[in-house]
C-alpha cells in the first residue's frame, strides 16, 4: 500500500476530478432547457437528449474499468477526462438534434470515470480504509448539485454554447492538473498482464450480478428519485417549478455528502450491516409512501429524505464489497457495478412515467422501488445464509 501523503493526494485528486466530471455529466439537465426551446423539442425528444450522457456514461464504465486494470487509474483517468471535455466543447457548435445526441455521447464520458477512480483510489488504500474512501470519492456526486445551482447563471451569462465551453475548459484544465500532481497506482506495475477473457471472466460470479442490483437500487433508484422528485410534488402538492427544484436539489445534495459516513459506518461496522439498515428502512419507507391513503407535503419530503439518507449509505456499502472480493479486478467488477446503476438511474424514471400513465397513481413508483428492495433484501438473506458466519456478504 501507499504511504499516507500518497494516499491522502490520491483521494484528493480523484474526488475533486469526479465532481467536475459528475457536474459535466450532468450539463444537459440545464442547458438542454435552452436547447429544447432552440429546436422546439417534443418531451420524448429532450427527454432522450438528457438522458443520453448518462446511458452512455454508465455503459461506458466495463470498458474504462478494463483499462484502468490493465493500464493505471491514472492515464485513464486524465485521457477520459480530456476527451469529454473536447466533445463538450465541440456541443457549443452543435446546431441539429442529430449533432447534440452525438455530442451528448461524448460528454457521457465524463460519467464513466467514476469507475476509474473507485478502481484507481482503492489501491492505495488497506482493506480496513477502502469503505471510508470510496466513500469520500463518492461524494463526488455532488458535482449535479454544483451543476442545478451554478449553470443556470453561467446560461443566462454567457447563453447555452458559453456555458457548455466553460464546462469544457474547467474539465481540460482538470485533467491536466491531475495529471501533473497525481501517481502512478501503486500495484499496477507489479500485477501481471491478464487476457480480455481473464477480465471478463469475473463477470460470471453470481455476486457480481446481486452486487449490481443492490446498486441498481440504491444509485439508480436515488438518482431517478432526484429525477422524478420535483415533477411528483407539482403533480401531487401543486408546488411551484421553483420549489419542486430547489427541494430536489435539497435531496440531492445531502445524499451524496453521506456517501462518505456510509463509507466510514461499514468499514466500522461492516458493509452487511449498513445494507441490512439500508434495505431494511428502504422497504419500510417505500411501502409507507406507496399505500394509497397518503400524507401531507411535510410528512412526505421527511420520510423521502430519510430514503435518500439510506441510499446514499448503502452506495458506499455496495462498493466496499468491491476490493474484498475481487483485488485483481476492482475495475472490471466496479465497472459493472456502476453501469448497472447508472443504468437504473436511466431506465427508472421511464417507469415512473409509464406506471403512472398506466395506473393513473403517483404512488405508483415507491410501490416498484420496494419491490426492488425487497427482493435485494431477500437475495442477500439467501447468500448469507449459505455462508460460513467470518466471510462477508
Known amino acids: 500500500m501507499a504511504n ?33 426551446e432552440m429546436l422546439s423539442l417534443t418531451d420524448t425528444q429532450f427527454g432522450l437528449l438528457v438522458g443520453m450522457p448518462i446511458l452512455t456514461g454508465s455503459l461506458i464504465r466495463v470498458v474504462l474499468g478494463i483499462w484502468t486494470d490493465r493500464l493505471g487509474g491514472r492515464t485513464v483517468f486524465t485521457l477520459t477526462m480530456l476527451a469529454a471535455a473536447v466533445a463538450t466543447f465541440l ?44 466513500g469520500i470519492f463518492g461524494v463526488g456526486n455532488v458535482g449535479a448539485a454544483v451543476t442545478k445551482f ?4 453561467l446560461m443566462l451569462a454567457l ?40 477480465e471478463f471472466a469475473v463477470m460470471a460470479d453470481p455476486r457480481v450480478l446481486r452486487f449490481s442490483l443492490y446498486y441498481f437500487f440504491v444509485f439508480g433508484g436515488f438518482v431517478a428519485l432526484a429525477l422524478w422528485l420535483p415533477r411528483y410534488l407539482i403533480g401531487v402538492y401543486q408546488f411551484d417549478v421553483a420549489t419542486a427544484g ?28 449498513i445494507l441490512y439498515w439500508t434495505f431494511g428502512v428502504s422497504g419500510a419507507t417505500t411501502l409507507l409512501l406507496a399505500l394509497p391513503f397518503g400524507f401531507g407535503p411535510e410528512a412526505f419530503i421527511a420520510i423521502v ?13 455496495v462498493f466496499k464489497h468491491i ?50 428492495v425487497a427482493v435485494s433484501l431477500v437475495w442477500m438473506q439467501l447468500a448469507i445464509r449459505r455462508l460460513p458466519d467470518a466471510q462477508p456478504a
Open 4 to 36: 499516507v501523503s500518497s494516499s491522502t493526494r490520491a483521494l484528493t485528486l480523484s474526488t475533486t476530478a469526479f465532481t467536475v466530471c459528475f457536474a459535466v455529466w450532468t450539463i444537459f439537465a440545464i442547458i438542454g432547457l435552452q436547447i429544447r
Open 91 to 134: 456541443l457549443s457548435f452543435a446546431t441539429t438534434y442529430t449533432q447534440f445526441l452525438v455530442a451528448a455521447l461524448g460528454v457521457g464520458m465524463a460519467g464513466g470515470t467514476f469507475a476509474v477512480g473507485v478502481a484507481y483510489v482503492s489501491r492505495f488504500f488497506p482493506a480496513e480504509r477502502q469503505g471510508t474512501a470510496l
Open 150 to 153: 451554478g449553470a443556470p447563471f
Open 159 to 198: 447563453g447555452w454554447q458559453g456555458a457548455a465551453q466553460v464546462y469544457a475548459a474547467v474539465l481540460a484544465l482538470t485533467a491536466i492538473l491531475f495529471w501533473l500532481l497525481s501517481e502512478d497506482d501503486p500495484v499496477r506495475a507489479t500485477a501481471a498482464p491478464r487476457s480480455l477473457k481473464a
Open 246 to 273: 430547489m427541494i430536489g436539489a435539497a435531496y440531492s445534495l445531502p445524499g451524496s455528502v453521506f456517501r462518505a459516513w456510509g463509507g466510514s459506518l461499514s468499514d466500522k461496522y461492516g458493509a452487511r450491516a
Open 305 to 317: 429524505f430519510v430514503l435518500g439518507l439510506f441510499m446514499a449509505l448503502g452506495k458506499a456499502a
Open 323 to 372: 476490493p474484498v472480493y475481487y483485488p485483481q479486478n476492482v475495475g472490471a467488477v466496479g465497472g459493472m457495478v456502476g453501469m448497472v446503476g447508472g443504468l437504473g438511474g436511466f431506465f427508472l424514471p421511464l417507469m415512473f412515467g409509464w406506471l403512472r400513465d398506466v395506473t393513473g397513481d403517483w404512488s405508483s413508483c415507491f410501490a416498484a422501488l420496494f419491490v426492488l
